[in-house]
Structure formats: C-alpha cells, structure tokens
C-alpha cells in the first residue's frame, strides 16, 4: 500500500514539437545530466489486405486464385446455414 506522498519515482515528461519549438526549452533540458530523444522513424507503406490498387483483371485473377485454393474443400452441409447454427450459443454446439 502506497501512501499519499510516498512515490519516490521520476514522472517522465513528453514534449513534442518541431526542432524550433523544442530548443524553447534548452534551459530548462540543461538541468539534466541525460536525456532520451525518440525520433520517430519513417512510416512504412500500409498494405491493403482489400488490394485497393488492383486493376479490376487483377482483381478477378486474384478471386479465381483464392477459389482455386479452396476448390478441394469439402462442400459444407445445409444445416451449416440455417439460422439455429448460425447464432447458436457456445454452450449448443456440437
């Protein structure tokens, strides 16, 4: 149990800014014998799962690759699809 008062450790503090904005606050950063800057580093391309660049050839090229993949599933049965089984609860499952 911690009393009020009682915590003896060093809160960090975040400024964030442009290089300018920053050394506003040298004076103030001269107090420390060391500090940590954390440059944040290049952000990397997110890659769409959805494939948002494909051309709409690419596209069905793409589908018809997917469903080659999975053309040697079993076929599920009808039961699969009925409402019961769709929103059953844990508990009713098989």
């Not at 960090?12 to 300018?20: I, Q, S």
């Not at 018809?64 to 993949?69: G, I, L, S």
């Amino acid at each position: 149990m911690q009393l009020e008062g009682e915590n003896k450790m060093a809160q960090p503090k975040v400024y964030e800014g442009t290089w300018e904005e920053l050394s506003t606050h040298a004076d103030e950063f001269r107090r420390y014998p060391k500090l940590t800057l954390i440059v944040p580093g290049q952000e990397l391309p997110v890659q769409s799962r959805y494939r948002a660049g494909l051309t709409p050839e690419e596209r069905i090229q793409a589908l018809d690759a997917a469903a080659e993949k999975n053309c040697h599933l079993p076929a599920l049965p009808p039961e699969a699809f009925e409402r019961e089984s769709l929103y059953a609860d844990e508990d009713e499952l098989p």
